[in-house]
């Protein structure tokens, strides 16, 4: 890496990562590398450090890493970028194109305005319910394994949890106003309450509609996103289990919506969003 390590910066709904193509370049400790490259005062800047890499069962695998260091099984926002990135250079020759990720084989469905790849839409697949799965670990949990509406006390108030996980674990929290949460306190309680035994990806989420929700995002090792793929795929899941949304909803995020559609023919979610450079550069390690 002492030549410089080239990379690319691309955002989904403001979910920002840094990517590299490992199909040229080397990278021997992502989890190093991942905070350094992360910082944004002394790095690059991101919520975390994507690899692109060669894949045995799909047309590329995918890594993710989050701005802390820990890898993350999957990351909706990234893994549409990561389509992005294959096709715009030439790594893929298609517009359907099957990643590998840490939670199973993802397909990305590109979409385009004027020949420009400007989104996709993922199949992220079967919504997984069952709490040793996810996993929480807490009393209380009826004997279907299903988290919904689960009370949990967190800094002397009390909440209902949906517990979900669509590769990545998820907390679902319905709140009357995400503008008015002190996410920066709140967040780390829920990441490291012991129910986690993995730690949680917090979602708090306000009802707007029947087909329309507002979320704010706490990401385990991360902290506090603009957007999270797989949470605005869980707010959605957790928004119907609870009878308060239609199946197919416009999340809004800080950084942008995205369309949910939780598919009741198939129980598989399908989630549609942007994908855009930001721009290319050369990481130097001093």
């Not at 020949?115 to 670990?137: C, F, S, Y």
Request: charged share 25%; glycine share 12%; aromatic share 6%.
């Amino acid at each position: 890496m002492r030549n410089g390590l080239r990379f690319s910066k691309m955002q989904g709904a403001g979910n920002d990562y840094v990517y590299v193509n490992c199909f040229e370049e080397r990278v021997d400790n992502p989890e190093t590398l991942a905070p350094r490259i992360s910082d944004r005062h002394f790095g690059v800047g991101s919520d975390g450090l994507v690899l692109i890499l060669p894949s045995g069962t799909a047309d590329l695998r995918m890594r993710m890493f989050n701005a802390d260091g820990s890898e993350a099984q999957m990351c909706g926002n990234a893994v549409r970028c990561v389509g992005k990135y294959a096709r715009d250079r030439g790594l893929v020759a298609k517009d359907v194109v099957r990643v590998e990720t840490a939670a199973g084989i993802k397909i990305v469905r590109l979409r385009k305005e004027g020949g420009e790849v400007t989104g996709a839409t993922v199949d992220m697949g079967e919504p997984e319910l069952r709490a040793g799965r996810i996993p929480v670990a807490a009393p209380g949990i009826p004997a279907d394994g299903r988290v919904i509406g689960l009370p949990l006390e967190v800094d002397g108030r009390a909440y209902a949890v949906t517990a979900v996980s669509m590769g990545n674990p998820h907390a679902v929290v319905f709140a009357d106003s995400v503008d008015a949460l002190d996410l920066a306190r709140t967040g780390p309680l829920f990441e490291h309450h012991p129910y986690f035994p993995q730690r949680i990806n917090t979602e708090f989420v306000e009802i707007v509609s029947s087909a329309k929700i507002r979320i704010r995002v706490w990401e385990r090792g991360a902290g506090e996103t603009l957007a999270c793929g797989t949470g605005a795929c869980a707010a959605v899941v957790a928004a119907v289990l609870n009878g308060r949304t239609c199946r197919e909803t416009e999340v809004e995020l800080k950084g942008g919506p995205l369309h949910i559609n939780w598919d009741e023919s198939d129980g598989c979610v399908h989630m549609t969003g942007d994908a855009a450079d930001v721009f290319d550069g050369v990481y130097f390690m001093v």
